[in-house]
């Protein structure tokens, strides 16, 4: 039976395995792309008809992330949050939102844009928009962690006081977290400063060092951190 059954009448003319990754990830963008317009255009509509209706403005937006939720499979949190960015590409960021309908920019991207220039005000966030992403060429080929680093660096030059403000807050939501997993496994998280998470890691290598190869015990470095919620391939 061929593999590729259903897949066909996505492929390029023509076009082989590579075209068709490539097809098919901008097809990925411009399908998130219509998703941010389509729950931008829901905001809208229930906004104008609460206030047709006379409700008061602590009203207008009630639910509408619960409905964008249930109609993409999201918790009413991450729901808001997507209805927030896709309010934000579409007032004040207009070439990112472009990059990624043109499919220039993944999907994954769009959170570490809007959410690192979140702090700077609506002109300065504008201009971040136009200096990063007007050109295709400025972000291409950054994977999400060079693109995260750009938008640091763009944040300080446009708003130096405003960025270590907003650094200097983040120190206070410090937050321990565990979340269970599959086969009797759990996930424990620290949201720290990065001086204090290096030193946390470090302190785990250092005792790791220490009980490896003692005895019985055959596991390697990396078994040893794993065992501690560490991952094997992180670095510092």
Known sequence: MDEDVGVDDDRPPDGGV??????????RCRTVFEQY????????ERVCER??????????????AAEVGLAMHMSPNTAAKFVNRAVELEKTMPCTRARLRDGDLS??????????LAH????????????????????AGCGLRRIAD???????????????????????????TIRPLPE???????????????????????????LIGIGADLRTRGADYGRRGVRADHRP
Do not use: F
Request: with cysteine; aromatic share 2%.
């Open 18 to 27: 590579a075209d068709r990754l490539r097809s098919m990830e901008r097809q």
């Open 37 to 44: 317009r389509l729950a931008a255009q829901l905001l809208r």
């Open 51 to 64: 206030v047709a209706a006379g409700l008061p403005q602590d009203r207008w937006q009630q639910g509408v």
């Open 107 to 116: 999907p994954e991207a769009i959170p570490v844009i809007v959410g690192g």
């Open 120 to 139: 700077l005000d609506a002109s300065d966030r504008h201009q971040a928009d136009e200096l990063l992403c007007a050109d295709p060429g400025t972000l």
């Open 150 to 176: 750009l938008v640091k660096k763009m944040a300080y030059e446009l708003d130096a006081q405003g960025t270590v403000d907003r650094n200097a807050s983040a120190e206070k939501d410090l937050t321990v």
């Open 184 to 210: 009797g496994m759990a996930r424990v998280s620290l949201l720290l400063p990065v001086a204090q998470g290096v030193g946390v890691y470090a302190a785990l290598r250092k005792h790791a060092a220490t």
